[in-house]
């Protein structure tokens, strides 16, 4: 039967050409592949041909200036200069990188003072923790493959739930892009599921995180649309210098690198969270274990602490803690050593040292038979001139 | 779910390979289906119980059509149908605003009274049940570790609402008036509603060209993916590159035009011109270039649209599924130009002033309508004259109503219709201070312009010359994978 719809049917669409589109750009299959093999080409050359045209400043004690902390292209690259030249890679927090001292009194500053070689090499992030450290090594971290490396633990990150990502609550903590994204879920971390998406595989591209130290580096950490805004007239490669500064000064204002008595902060009565619930431990532990796989030779120091800081419990606790975090180390065949505490007055805070502070662990670790066989400093290196 | 993230990438990479294994099979609609409510799902999942009530009622509506000779027991089915898309646009879009506009007038006339405020716009008890539900499946996401929580609705006109009634609208009216046959299968019709490559921005499709290819699937030659992937590049760019770099723009003056100078406002009114053009063009090609790489050839949306010669031209290649779409079913049912030169131009009025109130609820949009009805009429009268027509240089008209259309688009972006008409004033009255337009985009947006003026003229091969194109292509993906920042911004036009 037809009905009256029927009759009026037009022919299928299936035939009815529908025109292509208001520009020329259109290629076909082989014209294709060029694109793919000249843009494959470009975009796999770029950042290697980079690191040759592009210097460091020279500098002995050379660390990551500190608004390129988030250059993570720059970490992995500073990491393969320091093991092409036979060092030892200190990696670690803002206590190794030296937020309240000058790049030249840090702890392997100090170290090398001592030893008087570019011996160590500071490769530490001012800003970073133990979740994100270990995302660090994970993702940019090929450059220290087979290396030494010093590794700072610093327990503060398990001193509350909050340092610790565990607490419900959502807050904003330094450099989310490097901590696990779905598995294992942080609590107080909340993003949408497209931008974590995005950061997984962001982090796995080379190109990006060049790209994004194009942008750290010399674009006020912007990308380029958003720096011609504030500089409408200028010409993006204008700014392009090809020399990465060294970070000399401190992350600190000067005013805030004395001890912390002066400073007017009180003891702490840290609640300290257990080892076998602590999420910055775990992840912690996790670096440590990459390290190994990729061959790294490792050691690590456990604290200190500004002991003189805490209240009786709560040095208590963590004093189980550094044993149960040495422990587990030794348990492994991981050598560690949990450094004395210093004297209190060294310290600008909770577990920052001060430049004297630097250098009394500096001469303690020397001091160590363990420290002194990995670090493959001779008997008299080290010893006080 | 945007087309310029990481995850829609992931999601097409899923989609993409089932589908043409399941192609000629009879689980190609089922699997396009479930991937088109994934799809938008991803938005909130509880905005799928929206489009499934719309697919539902339209799809009752043509089989109850389809069961019936009787012209009287077909309109009334035909009304529940259109009654039904026009009751959910109302409810979601115009009820904040109606009720706005009321207690405004109240206000002026010194009444005293006012209409309550219908709060947030869902359906009554809809926000409440879906808000319960969504919490009480966060608690579970939370327990597993999934790091994701469904929003709470509410809060946004739920995405493409405007684009899947109007596409779905326009199949009952099509059968009412026999121009389509009845599809019987509700998998297939609602696919065709929520088919994902253009969902929630159009091109909004009609039936007689979308369901035959749903109904047969055409063979996907090599040239369709290359051809899509062709589009998709190009449209990738005018959003990223281009849009969003003009946003950043236009953003900052639109947002607060009092502190800003002539120069400023011009420019940040002409670089918006642009970044709507290269934002909703820039979705179109994506989302066509998709449908082609799937074998679906959705019609062309935008065509240069800044090189027309009079408003009517402009209409009839910026979106252009929409504009037909008006067309169709408002401009030719109310009598077209068939009824004399007055009739006609109140039908364009009406029209256009209907078309201004599609795209959102505020006075803004209304005048936005009006001042292209009143340039559409005024356009068509100088047509008709020989001197314009023959006299005029061509570059002259374009220029006329580019600037035309970059005047209505301030009442088109302004926050308000105090900002609209404070920035006609300071283009006028303020002074002239450093714009600050980044050189780059004003370049950028030069460089299309001036190759849009070649596609449309006599030296166009010159674009078709293999390494040029080949050239542009590279430099597009170089451009794209150094350049632009990690923050995408949504598209302009899921607002509407």
Same mark, same amino acid.
């Given at each position: 039967m037809t009905t009256k719809n029927d009759r009026q049917i037009p022919p299928p669409g299936r035939d009815a050409e529908v025109a292509y589109g208001s520009n020329d750009i259109r290629l076909s299959g082989r014209q294709w592949l060029v694109v793919a093999a000249v843009a494959g080409v470009v975009l796999a050359a770029l950042p290697t041909a980079w690191e040759r045209i592009e210097r460091i400043a020279p500098a002995d004690d050379y660390r990551v200036p500190y608004p390129l902390s988030e250059d993570y292209w720059l970490f992995d690259r500073l990491c393969r200069r320091a093991r092409r030249r036979g060092q030892v890679l200190v990696l670690g927090d803002s206590v190794v990188w030296g937020h309240y001292v000058t790049n030249d009194r840090t702890l392997p500053a100090a170290l090398n003072a001592r030893l008087g070689r570019q011996r160590f090499a500071n490769l530490g992030v001012d800003g970073i923790h133990p979740a994100a450290l270990t995302g660090l090594i994970e993702h940019y971290g090929r450059g220290a493959d087979g290396a030494k490396v010093l590794l700072h633990a610093n327990l503060l990150w398990m001193s509350s739930d909050r340092h610790d990502l565990r607490t419900r609550k959502a807050f904003a903590f330094n450099h989310p892009q490097l901590v696990p994204q779905f598995s294992p879920a942080i609590p107080c971390y909340r993003e949408t599921?497209?931008?974590?998406?995005?950061?997984?595989?962001?982090?796995?591209?080379?190109?990006?995180?060049?790209?994004?130290?194009?942008?750290? #580096?010399?674009?006020?950490?912007?990308?380029?649309? #958003?720096?011609?805004?504030?500089?409408?007239?200028?010409?993006?490669?204008?700014?392009? #210098?090809?020399?990465?500064?060294?970070?000399?000064?401190?992350?600190?204002?000067?005013?805030?690198?004395?001890?912390?008595t002066r400073r007017g902060i009180r003891p702490l009565n840290a609640p300290w969270v257990p080892l076998d619930l602590s999420f910055q431990w775990a992840r912690f532990r996790r670096a440590v274990e990459v390290l190994r796989e990729r061959g790294c030779e490792l050691f690590v120091v456990v604290g200190p602490f500004n002991e003189p800081m805490l209240t009786g419990e709560s040095l208590a606790a963590y004093r189980r803690l550094t044993g149960a975090a040495a422990a587990w180390l030794r348990a492994r065949g991981v050598p560690c050593t949990v450094p004395r505490a210093l004297p209190s007055e060294y310290y600008a805070d909770a577990s920052h040292p001060l430049a004297d502070g630097y250098a009394t662990l500096a001469e303690r670790l020397l001091a160590e038979e363990s420290f002194a066989r990995f670090a493959d400093v001779g008997p008299t290196e080290g010893a006080m001139p | 779910?945007?087309?310029?993230?990481?995850?829609?990438?992931?999601?097409?990479?899923?989609?993409? !390979?089932?589908?043409?294994?399941?192609?000629?099979?009879?689980?190609?609609?089922?699997?396009?289906?479930?991937?088109?409510?994934?799809?938008?799902?991803?938005?909130?999942?509880?905005?799928?119980?929206?489009?499934?009530?719309?697919?539902?009622?339209?799809?009752?509506?043509?089989?109850?059509?389809?069961?019936?000779?009787?012209?009287?027991?077909?309109?009334?089915?035909?009304?529940?149908?259109?009654?039904?898309?026009?009751?959910?646009?109302?409810?979601?879009?115009?009820?904040?605003?109606?009720? &706005?506009?009321?207690?405004?007038?109240?206000?002026?006339?010194?009444?005293?009274?006012?209409?309550?405020?219908?709060?947030?716009?869902?359906?009554?008890?809809?926000?409440?049940?879906?808000?319960? $539900?969504?919490?009480?499946?966060?608690?579970?996401?939370?327990?597993?570790?999934?790091?994701?929580?469904?929003?709470?609705?509410?809060?946004?006109?739920?995405?493409?609402?405007?684009?899947?009634?109007?596409?779905?609208?326009?199949?009952?009216?099509?059968?009412?008036? &026999?121009?389509?046959?009845?599809?019987?299968?509700?998998?297939?019709?609602?696919?065709?509603?929520?088919?994902?490559?253009?969902?929630?921005? &159009?091109?909004?499709?009609?039936?007689?060209?979308?369901?035959?290819? $749903?109904?047969?699937?055409? !063979?996907?030659?090599?040239?369709?993916?290359?051809? &899509?992937?062709s589009l998709f590049v190009v449209g990738l760019f005018k959003k990223v590159a281009l849009a969003d770099y003009l946003a950043s723009y236009v953003d900052g003056v639109y947002g607060a035009p009092g502190r800003f100078g002539a120069p400023a406002l011009i420019l940040a009114t002409l670089a918006f011109t642009w970044q709507i053009y290269f934002d909703f063009s820039g979705y179109t090609d994506m989302a066509r270039g998709i449908g082609r790489m799937m074998g679906f050839r959705l019609m062309l949306n935008f065509n240069n649209p800044y090189l027309a010669m009079g408003l009517g031209d402009f209409w009839s290649r910026w979106h252009i599924s929409l504009s037909t779409w008006f067309k169709d079913y408002v401009y030719i049912p109310l009598g077209g130009n068939r009824k004399g030169k007055a009739r006609t131009y109140v039908n364009m009025f009406l029209t256009m002033v209907i078309s201004g109130l599609w795209h959102g609820a505020a006075w803004t949009f209304v005048l936005w309508g009006v001042l292209h009805a009143l340039g559409r009429m005024a356009t068509r009268e100088l047509e008709a004259t020989s001197f314009y027509r023959d006299r005029v240089p061509r570059l002259v008209k374009q220029l006329g109503v580019f600037l035309f259309v970059a005047f209505a688009w301030i009442f088109f972006r302004a926050q308000s219709l105090d900002d609209a008409l404070l920035i006609v004033s300071r283009i006028a009255t303020a002074e002239w201070t450093d714009p600050a337009l980044p050189l780059l985009a004003g370049g950028l947006v030069a460089s299309i312009w001036a190759y849009q003026f070649v596609y449309e003229s006599r030296v166009r091969r010159w674009l078709q010359w293999t390494p040029l194109r080949v050239a542009l292509v590279v430099a597009m993906i170089l451009y794209l994978a150094i350049v632009p920042g990690d923050e995408g911004q949504p598209f302009i036009y899921f607002q509407f």
């Open positions: 599921v497209t931008n974590r998406l995005a950061i997984a595989i962001r982090r796995r591209s080379a190109l990006h995180a060049w790209a994004s130290h194009l942008r750290r #580096a010399y674009f006020d950490g912007r990308d380029l649309p #958003a720096w011609s805004l504030d500089h409408p007239y200028a010409n993006p490669l204008g700014q392009i #210098a090809l020399v990465i500064p060294a970070g000399r000064a401190a992350a600190a204002p000067t005013d805030q690198a004395v001890a912390w | 779910m945007l087309f310029h993230t990481w995850m829609f990438a992931l999601f097409f990479l899923g989609v993409y !390979p089932v589908y043409l294994a399941v192609r000629r099979t009879r689980l190609r609609a089922p699997w396009l289906l479930l991937a088109s409510y994934v799809f938008y799902g991803a938005w909130n999942p509880l905005y799928l119980v929206l489009i499934v009530y719309a697919t539902l009622v339209d799809y009752t509506a043509v089989r109850c059509m389809a069961r019936t000779r009787r012209r009287f027991w077909r309109g009334l089915w035909l009304a529940v149908s259109v009654a039904n898309s026009v009751a959910l646009l109302s409810q979601f879009k115009y009820a904040g605003f109606v009720v &706005g506009s009321l207690n405004d007038l109240l206000a002026a006339m010194g009444t005293g009274l006012s209409v309550p405020s219908p709060g947030v716009v869902w359906p009554v008890g809809f926000e409440s049940m879906g808000n319960a $539900l969504a919490e009480h499946l966060n608690v579970y996401l939370a327990h597993l570790g999934i790091g994701y929580a469904i929003p709470r609705v509410g809060l946004l006109l739920p995405v493409g609402i405007s684009f899947y009634t109007f596409q779905s609208m326009s199949y009952t009216i099509d059968f009412f008036r &026999g121009r389509v046959e009845e599809e019987p299968n509700f998998i297939r019709f609602a696919t065709f509603v929520s088919l994902f490559p253009q969902l929630v921005a &159009g091109p909004i499709e009609r039936a007689r060209n979308l369901l035959p290819q $749903l109904r047969t699937p055409r !063979p996907i030659a090599f040239r369709d993916v290359t051809d &899509g992937l």
